[in-house]
């Protein structure tokens, strides 16, 4: 009997067959990350649904560990606080849950990093957006063609797939390469 998860598996190592084209943006938002820890600056990141557990994952990859003991890096999830959340989306709107956030909390030389398979979520575009204003650099984890977040970001990695959950899986394994290049970037692996 075939198993269960050949159809994903497949789908999967045709995804991971073409990633090595993402070499060079994955390289250099390695680095920008890195300058910008080195620079006492801090990594904020926000997208929705898998992509908000991503954001969470990820920045807890960086001020607990990844993979050795070092020292605790500034990294915050826009997506956890629920008050904020709340708050925001009820007496504004939620397209402004992570800009209004970014406006509080981000400062320039920040990184912001937009999480988004579409490339088209309104509360990450509204993020991105305010972080340009404020001079933060901004990285889109994308997919499909990159959407409307494609060109608005300073840097960008797109995953060349239709398919979200493919998307999703491939950023998880972008956002722990990412952590890899930091700890390596910063002498800390
Ligand atoms: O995890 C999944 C689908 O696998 C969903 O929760 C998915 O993340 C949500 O539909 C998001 O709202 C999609 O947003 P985006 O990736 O297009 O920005
Ligand atoms: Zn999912």
Not at 48 to 60: F, I
Not at 112 to 136: C, F, H, K, Y
Request: aromatic residues 4%; charged residues 15%; hydrophobic residues 40%.
């Amino acid at each position: 009997m075939a198993s269960l998860f050949l159809h994903n598996v497949q789908q999967q190592q045709a995804l991971l067959a073409t990633l090595h084209t993402l070499d060079e943006a994955v390289l250099q938002a390695g680095q920008l990350a890195a300058q910008v820890l080195r620079q006492g600056g801090k990594l904020l990141w926000c997208g929705n649904g898998g992509s908000a557990a991503d954001s969470q994952h990820l920045a807890a990859e960086l001020t607990g560990r990844f993979v050795q003991d070092r020292r605790p890096l500034a990294a915050l999830a826009l997506s956890t606080d629920t008050s904020a959340l709340t708050c925001i989306s009820n007496d504004y709107s939620f397209d402004e849950v992570f800009a209004r956030q970014v406006q509080a909390l981000g400062r320039p030389g920040d990184l912001l990093i937009g999480i988004s398979t579409s490339g088209n979520s309104r509360n990450v575009i509204r993020a991105v957006q305010e972080a340009q204003q404020l001079g933060l650099h901004t990285l889109g984890l994308l997919g499909r063609d990159g959407g409307a977040l494609r060109p608005l970001c300073s840097h960008s990695i797109v995953v060349p797939s239709q398919t979200t959950a493919r998307i999703q899986e491939a950023h998880i394994l972008i956002g722990h390469t990412l952590c890899g290049l930091i700890e390596q970037e910063l002498g800390l692996a």
